[in-house]
């Protein structure tokens, strides 16, 4: 089993910066993010290896950075620029090299004036 804790949500104006952090309670081979908006299907932020490779969905590429600290199981993801269309419950994500697959709780991230 693995939990995960995920801190940083809240209220941004547009335009504005983001900071999420999670943290695993055991080494991870892959730590991500995704995001899910009210009525709409949960998709991909960011995710990065043990390695340090990274991915990043389209609607935030150059928007966003994430980093991963291996030897205290945790990740951030930056995030800048914010729009409206930002605004969703962000949940960390976590895959083990056996492939299991964990989710956190869900932060909320909210983009408005």
């Known amino acids: 089993q693995v939990q995960l804790v995920e801190s940083g949500g809240g209220l941004v104006q547009p335009g504005g910066s983001l900071r999420l952090s999670c943290a695993a309670s055991r080494s991870i081979y892959v730590m991500g993010w995704y995001r899910q908006a009210p009525g709409i299907q949960r998709e991909l932020v960011a995710t990065i290896t043990s390695g340090g490779t990274t991915n990043y969905g389209d609607s935030v590429k150059g928007r966003c950075t994430v980093s991963r600290d291996n030897a205290k199981n945790t990740m951030v993801l930056q995030m800048n620029s914010l729009k409206p269309e930002d605004t969703a419950v962000y949940y960390c994500?976590?895959?083990?090299?056996?492939?299991?697959?964990?989710w956190g709780q869900g932060t909320q991230v909210t983009v408005s004036s």
């Open positions: 994500y976590a895959r083990t090299l056996t492939n299991n697959d964990y």
